[in-house]
């Protein structure tokens, strides 16, 4: 998957998620620019990107991801 398509899923995903259609997302978008991404709604962010993507992610690599950017490197290395 290309990583154009693979972030236009993605910020779909974003907007969903957080009730927001004003949300875009950038490679460093990170919990710290959205107000209601707290640990619940990553659960639930993580859940979403899931299903959007017909993957699961490893619990090392949810814990292990800083920003955007890290979650669209492991959604295009496996190129659902």
Do not use: P, Q, Y
């Not at 236009?8 to 009730?19: E, I, P, S, Y």
């Not at 107000?35 to 292990?64: T, Y």
């Not at 950017?69 to 959604?75: A, P, T, V």
């Amino acid at each position: 998957m290309n990583r154009s398509e693979a972030i236009k899923r993605l910020n779909a995903v974003f907007c969903d998620v957080f009730d927001d259609d004003s949300i875009k997302i950038a490679d460093t978008t990170s919990a710290a620019d959205i107000d209601d991404w707290d640990s619940l709604e990553h659960i639930n962010l993580i859940s979403a990107a899931e299903d959007e993507f017909g993957m699961r992610f490893k619990m090392k690599e949810v814990s292990g991801m800083k920003n955007v950017g890290e979650m669209l490197d492991l959604i295009c290395e496996r190129g659902n």
